[in-house]
């Protein structure tokens, strides 16, 4: 696949355009066209359409498993209730709810208000989430244990690697790639963990549906022309063009 590129790391930049050398003269890096050199030292942020989700507070999705308990009724309690692929469930009583995007306590609020007055005079719903499947992360390359991880919370690129039991005797810590996807556009991030862990830049958050391949072939083919300037005293981001 061909790639447009786009530095979106001003001290990235430097390290890029010294990196061109002769081959500034004709624009490509990689034999790929529209090099552009742009301010900035991270990957975008997903949108909320992206993600359905906040940026923090887990919110609920497709396939995800809820556990619920309505207080003083144990007809109504210790309920394992899935969430369907339009983002709904079907609780006896109150019928069918739309919870996909909303956290465990808002779910609980909303099934809360439907029993209020009608079924129950003051009712306390508890929801906890028991499993996650729609908000995950995807961890590949030299990791112990590469799979597929749910994100609670805020994860970071560090973290996200500590969740696949962390590196293995051929990992390179300097070929750590995010790909992300924002508003239909594939970006790619190349980090040094090593610059990270000395706290040369930031350890970056990681969101759902990213994908993070720890030093292997696939992550030196996206970056060939970066890998022999490390450690990277800022993240490389390339902008992917699907459509070539």
Do not use: H
């Amino acid at each position: 696949m061909k790639m447009d590129v786009l530095l979106r790391s001003t001290a990235a930049a430097a390290t890029a355009l010294a990196l061109m050398g002769c081959a500034s003269s004709s624009g490509t890096i990689g034999g790929a066209p529209g090099l552009e050199v742009v301010e900035g030292n991270s990957l975008p942020e997903p949108t909320v359409a992206d993600l359905s989700a906040n940026e923090r507070a887990y919110r609920v999705g497709p396939f995800d498993v809820l556990n619920v308990d309505v207080f003083g009724s144990e007809e109504l309690s210790k309920k394992e209730i899935q969430v369907d692929a339009s983002g709904r469930i079907t609780f006896p009583l109150i019928g069918t709810l739309e919870v996909a995007g909303k956290t465990p306590g808002e779910v609980g609020d909303l099934m809360a208000e439907r029993f209020r007055g009608r079924f129950i005079k003051d009712p306390q719903v508890t929801v906890n989430l028991k499993e996650i499947f729609s908000q995950t992360v995807t961890i590949s390359g030299e990791v112990k244990r590469a799979g597929v991880y749910p994100i609670v919370g805020k994860m970071t690129l560090m973290t996200a690697i500590a969740s696949a039991e962390g590196w293995t005797e051929f990992s390179k810590k300097g070929e750590v790639v995010v790909l992300r996807t924002v508003e239909g556009q594939d970006y790619a991030a190349l980090y040094d963990v090593r610059a990270i862990e000395k706290g040369q830049y930031k350890d970056p958050e990681i969101f759902a549906s990213d994908v993070v391949i720890v030093g292997n072939s696939n992550s030196r083919r996206i970056f060939r022309d970066f890998l022999a300037a490390t450690p990277l005293l800022a993240p490389i981001i390339i902008l992917l063009d699907r459509n070539r």
